[in-house]
Protein backbone atom coordinates (compact mmCIF):
# COMPACT_ATOMS: atom_id res chain seq x y z
CA UNK A 1 0.00 0.00 0.00
CA UNK A 2 1.22 3.26 -0.81
CA UNK A 3 2.96 5.54 2.43
CA UNK A 4 2.39 9.08 2.97
CA UNK A 5 4.44 10.96 5.82
CA UNK A 6 3.07 14.50 6.14
CA UNK A 7 5.78 16.22 8.72
CA UNK A 8 4.32 19.26 10.05
CA UNK A 9 7.00 22.41 11.08
CA UNK A 10 4.60 24.90 11.10
CA UNK A 11 5.28 26.35 14.35
CA UNK A 12 7.36 29.52 15.75
CA UNK A 13 8.88 27.47 18.27
CA UNK A 14 9.09 30.41 20.54
CA UNK A 15 9.29 28.90 23.51
CA UNK A 16 12.94 27.67 22.32
CA UNK A 17 13.84 31.39 22.70
CA UNK A 18 15.87 31.14 19.42
CA UNK A 19 16.10 33.58 17.00
CA UNK A 20 14.64 31.01 14.30
CA UNK A 21 12.01 27.73 14.13
CA UNK A 22 13.68 24.90 16.11
CA UNK A 23 13.33 22.52 13.36
CA UNK A 24 15.84 24.82 12.38
CA UNK A 25 18.40 24.43 14.24
CA UNK A 26 21.53 22.60 14.40
CA UNK A 27 21.77 18.99 16.25
CA UNK A 28 24.87 17.33 15.83
CA UNK A 29 25.73 19.34 12.54
CA UNK A 30 22.48 18.97 11.27
CA UNK A 31 19.07 20.63 11.18
CA UNK A 32 16.65 19.09 13.75
CA UNK A 33 14.37 19.03 10.34
CA UNK A 34 16.76 16.69 8.71
CA UNK A 35 17.13 13.89 11.18
CA UNK A 36 13.30 13.97 11.02
CA UNK A 37 13.59 13.75 7.20
CA UNK A 38 15.76 10.76 7.47
CA UNK A 39 14.17 8.62 10.00
CA UNK A 40 11.27 8.33 7.88
CA UNK A 41 13.19 8.03 4.39
CA UNK A 42 14.36 5.41 5.97
CA UNK A 43 11.60 3.36 7.27
CA UNK A 44 10.47 2.21 3.69
CA UNK A 45 11.81 3.07 0.14
CA UNK A 46 8.68 4.24 -1.26
CA UNK A 47 7.86 6.52 1.29
CA UNK A 48 6.51 10.17 0.18
CA UNK A 49 7.02 12.71 2.68
CA UNK A 50 4.70 15.81 2.48
CA UNK A 51 6.75 18.78 4.39
CA UNK A 52 4.81 21.33 5.78
CA UNK A 53 6.61 24.87 6.48
CA UNK A 54 6.40 28.26 7.62
CA UNK A 55 6.10 30.32 4.22
CA UNK A 56 9.15 32.01 4.98
CA UNK A 57 10.62 28.96 5.41
CA UNK A 58 10.41 27.70 2.14
CA UNK A 59 13.38 28.24 0.65
CA UNK A 60 15.55 27.11 3.77
CA UNK A 61 13.41 24.00 3.53
CA UNK A 62 14.30 23.32 -0.25
CA UNK A 63 17.69 23.45 0.72
CA UNK A 64 17.70 20.73 3.97
CA UNK A 65 15.84 18.78 1.10
CA UNK A 66 18.32 18.90 -0.84
CA UNK A 67 21.17 17.35 1.51
CA UNK A 68 18.84 14.56 2.61
CA UNK A 69 19.44 10.83 1.13
CA UNK A 70 15.96 10.83 -0.97
CA UNK A 71 15.01 14.70 -2.00
CA UNK A 72 12.98 13.49 -4.80
CA UNK A 73 10.48 11.87 -2.51
CA UNK A 74 9.81 15.01 -0.36
CA UNK A 75 7.38 17.69 -1.58
CA UNK A 76 7.27 20.74 0.37
CA UNK A 77 4.02 22.76 0.94
CA UNK A 78 3.00 25.68 3.02
CA UNK A 79 1.51 25.41 6.64
CA UNK A 80 -1.96 27.31 7.66
CA UNK A 81 -2.82 29.41 10.40
CA UNK A 82 -2.98 26.64 12.67
CA UNK A 83 -1.62 23.04 12.80
CA UNK A 84 -5.50 21.51 11.62
CA UNK A 85 -4.81 23.96 8.67
CA UNK A 86 -1.25 22.62 8.29
CA UNK A 87 -1.88 18.93 8.46
CA UNK A 88 -5.43 19.89 6.08
CA UNK A 89 -2.36 21.57 3.48
CA UNK A 90 -0.23 19.03 3.33
CA UNK A 91 -3.53 16.26 3.32
CA UNK A 92 -4.08 17.49 0.14
CA UNK A 93 -0.86 16.36 -1.12
CA UNK A 94 -1.56 12.67 -0.24
CA UNK A 95 -3.64 10.02 -2.32
CA UNK A 96 -6.46 7.70 -1.36
CA UNK A 97 -5.51 3.72 -0.68
CA UNK A 98 -2.72 4.90 1.40
CA UNK A 99 -1.47 4.44 4.91
CA UNK A 100 -0.47 8.13 6.21
CA UNK A 101 1.76 9.06 8.75
CA UNK A 102 1.25 12.54 10.28
CA UNK A 103 4.33 13.82 12.44
CA UNK A 104 5.93 17.02 14.56
CA UNK A 105 8.93 17.64 12.44
CA UNK A 106 10.79 18.51 15.97
CA UNK A 107 10.15 14.38 17.03
CA UNK A 108 13.35 14.25 15.22
CA UNK A 109 14.43 11.13 17.54
CA UNK A 110 12.19 8.68 16.00
CA UNK A 111 13.01 5.73 14.72
CA UNK A 112 12.10 3.46 11.40
CA UNK A 113 11.19 0.76 13.63
CA UNK A 114 8.28 3.11 15.43
CA UNK A 115 7.54 4.15 12.00
CA UNK A 116 6.73 0.49 10.49
CA UNK A 117 4.98 -0.59 13.85
CA UNK A 118 2.78 2.14 13.29
CA UNK A 119 1.87 1.01 9.81
CA UNK A 120 1.16 -2.41 10.60
CA UNK A 121 -1.35 -1.41 12.74
CA UNK A 122 -3.06 1.14 10.72
CA UNK A 123 -3.13 -1.85 7.64
CA UNK A 124 -5.19 -3.59 10.76
CA UNK A 125 -6.59 -1.32 12.85
CA UNK A 126 -7.25 1.85 10.78
CA UNK A 127 -5.09 3.65 13.06
CA UNK A 128 -1.96 3.97 15.03
CA UNK A 129 -1.35 6.33 17.86
CA UNK A 130 1.88 6.33 19.34
CA UNK A 131 1.55 6.66 23.03
CA UNK A 132 3.55 5.86 26.58
CA UNK A 133 2.49 5.79 29.90
CA UNK A 134 2.57 9.04 32.34
CA UNK A 135 5.41 8.47 34.70
CA UNK A 136 5.03 11.26 36.93
CA UNK A 137 2.03 12.14 39.83
CA UNK A 138 -0.66 14.38 37.74
CA UNK A 139 -3.02 16.41 39.62
CA UNK A 140 -6.03 18.22 38.27
CA UNK A 141 -7.35 21.62 39.30
CA UNK A 142 -10.69 22.40 39.24
CA UNK A 143 -12.93 25.48 40.91
CA UNK A 144 -9.95 26.18 42.93
CA UNK A 145 -8.59 23.13 44.42
CA UNK A 146 -6.66 20.29 42.88
CA UNK A 147 -7.09 16.27 43.20
CA UNK A 148 -5.24 13.09 42.39
CA UNK A 149 -5.68 11.44 39.14
CA UNK A 150 -4.86 7.94 38.86
CA UNK A 151 -2.02 8.01 36.49
CA UNK A 152 -2.22 4.37 35.55
CA UNK A 153 -5.53 5.53 33.17
CA UNK A 154 -3.23 8.28 31.21
CA UNK A 155 -1.09 8.24 28.34
CA UNK A 156 0.73 10.62 26.81
CA UNK A 157 0.84 10.78 22.91
CA UNK A 158 3.00 11.30 20.38
CA UNK A 159 3.18 11.13 16.71
CA UNK A 160 3.45 9.55 14.11
CA UNK A 161 -0.10 9.24 14.11
CA UNK A 162 -0.98 7.13 11.77
CA UNK A 163 -4.37 6.47 9.43
CA UNK A 164 -5.83 4.54 6.73
CA UNK A 165 -6.43 7.66 4.06
CA UNK A 166 -9.82 7.12 3.86
CA UNK A 167 -10.09 7.61 7.95
CA UNK A 168 -8.17 10.72 8.20
CA UNK A 169 -8.89 12.21 4.57
CA UNK A 170 -12.96 12.23 5.78
CA UNK A 171 -11.95 13.58 9.01
CA UNK A 172 -10.13 16.93 7.69
CA UNK A 173 -12.69 17.52 5.59
CA UNK A 174 -14.80 19.11 9.06
CA UNK A 175 -14.68 22.39 9.95
CA UNK A 176 -12.03 23.28 12.52
CA UNK A 177 -12.60 23.02 16.11
CA UNK A 178 -10.24 24.73 18.71
CA UNK A 179 -10.76 21.35 20.36
CA UNK A 180 -8.99 19.54 17.85
CA UNK A 181 -5.24 19.40 19.59
CA UNK A 182 -4.34 16.72 17.42
CA UNK A 183 -5.10 14.47 14.21
CA UNK A 184 -6.88 11.52 16.74
CA UNK A 185 -9.12 14.18 18.01
CA UNK A 186 -9.95 14.87 14.41
CA UNK A 187 -11.10 12.14 13.51
CA UNK A 188 -12.64 10.99 16.58
CA UNK A 189 -15.20 13.86 16.28
CA UNK A 190 -15.66 12.26 12.72
CA UNK A 191 -16.99 9.44 14.77
CA UNK A 192 -14.40 6.79 14.33
CA UNK A 193 -12.07 4.85 16.88
CA UNK A 194 -8.26 5.55 17.28
CA UNK A 195 -6.33 3.06 18.68
CA UNK A 196 -3.14 3.65 21.02
CA UNK A 197 0.41 2.01 20.02
CA UNK A 198 3.40 1.94 21.99
CA UNK A 199 5.47 4.86 21.42
CA UNK A 200 8.78 5.46 21.90
CA UNK A 201 10.15 7.45 25.49
CA UNK A 202 13.18 8.92 23.22
CA UNK A 203 10.80 10.14 20.72
CA UNK A 204 10.30 13.63 22.86
CA UNK A 205 8.97 17.04 20.70
CA UNK A 206 12.17 19.29 20.53
CA UNK A 207 10.53 22.13 23.00
CA UNK A 208 12.74 23.96 25.07
CA UNK A 209 16.97 23.96 25.35
CA UNK A 210 17.28 21.43 27.61
CA UNK A 211 15.57 19.16 24.94
CA UNK A 212 17.94 19.84 23.00
CA UNK A 213 20.82 19.01 24.66
CA UNK A 214 18.90 15.51 25.80
CA UNK A 215 18.35 14.65 21.71
CA UNK A 216 22.32 15.48 20.77
CA UNK A 217 23.32 12.56 23.33
CA UNK A 218 20.69 10.13 22.54
CA UNK A 219 21.90 10.60 18.72
CA UNK A 220 25.62 10.60 20.27
CA UNK A 221 24.74 7.09 21.71
CA UNK A 222 22.87 5.67 18.86
CA UNK A 223 26.39 6.69 16.71
CA UNK A 224 28.48 4.54 19.68
CA UNK A 225 25.67 1.33 19.45
CA UNK A 226 26.10 1.15 15.33
CA UNK A 227 30.32 1.92 15.68
CA UNK A 228 30.61 -0.67 17.62
CA UNK A 229 28.12 -3.43 16.10
CA UNK A 230 30.41 -2.99 13.12
Not at 34 to 61: C, K, R
Not at 79 to 92: D, I, M, P, Q
Request: hydrophobic share 45%; glycine share 6%.
Amino acid sequence: MKKYAVIVAGGSGSRMGASRPKQFLLLNGKPVLWHTLEAFSAAYNDMQIVLVLPPGFLEEGKQIIQTTSAPSRVKIVAGGATRFHSVKNGLEHAADNAIIFVHDAVRCLITPALIRRCYEQALQKGSAIPAIAVTDSIRMIADGKTRIVDRNALRAVQTPQTFRAEIILSAFKQEYDPRFTDEASVVEAAGADVFLIEGEKENIKITLPADMLLAEQVLKNRSGALSREE
